[in-house]
């Protein structure tokens, strides 16, 4: 079955402790994408990646980071999350043809305290 | 830089009524896709249509159908024959062709299907 598997779906943690989301395409995407998602805000997007080793910033980068080592996978590390980190986590994968749809994960609800 | 604005941040729907959600976009491209995400209290996000800027002729899936107007860069979904399972937030996002990554997404519709 065709997926975007992202681990965990809930997480609570403190201010300052790194923590990483993973997520892992089997789609064999090119394109990789983390978005969060804010009310009021629709979903934003924080870095995307077109290939492996090959990743640029989105709207909002700020205090996050990602690596694309493998094609299948792109992890979120915030290194020190704040609570203005607190958010809905998405991540998402499409093909290289422009006229795929973007495959999601299920989602990474993040508290930061 | 592209834009996708929704101006209505909650709808309500009677089951069985028909219900249009607005979303406008602003962009100085002339090639590109716009969608419609469905996000149930699941937080999936499903793809519900799709249309693409070149094609005059809008877009339908079953009960769902939108009105492209690329003039006034108005982009809105019908659901007819609304159920009880439409009630989720509904988001509209354009993406730029060829670039098959960024999506840009509206605020988000909140939609209730009243029985």
């Known amino acids: 079955e065709a997926q975007v598997t992202q681990n965990p779906r809930y997480l609570i943690t403190v201010t300052g402790k790194k923590l990483t989301v993973t997520c892992s395409q089997n789609?064999?995407?090119?394109?990789m994408s983390w978005y969060r998602q804010d009310p009021g805000l629709g979903l934003r997007q924080i870095y995307y990646s077109m290939n492996v080793e090959v990743t640029d910033k989105g709207d909002v980068p700020e205090g996050y980071k990602v690596s694309r080592k493998e094609k299948r996978n792109f992890p979120l590390i915030l290194e020190s999350p704040s609570p203005n980190q607190t958010s809905l986590y998405f991540c998402a994968s499409s093909a290289q043809e422009s006229n795929t749809e973007a495959f999601f994960g299920q989602g990474t609800r993040l508290t930061v305290v | 830089a592209q834009t996708v604005t929704q101006s209505q941040p909650e709808m309500s729907v009677q089951e069985a009524e028909t219900v249009t959600l607005s979303c406008t976009y602003d962009t100085s491209e002339s090639d590109y896709y716009l969608f419609w995400y469905k996000q149930p209290p699941s937080r999936q996000m499903i793809l519900v249509i799709r249309q693409e800027a070149y094609k005059q002729q809008n877009a339908t899936e079953n009960r769902f159908s939108v009105n492209f107007q690329k003039a006034a860069k108005s982009f809105s979904l019908k659901i007819s024959d609304s159920q009880l399972g439409d009630a989720a937030m509904y988001f509209c996002a354009y993406r730029l062709r060829p670039s098959g990554s960024r999506l840009t997404f509206g605020e988000g519709t909140q939609l209730t299907v009243n029985p």
């Open positions: 789609m064999n995407h090119e394109y």
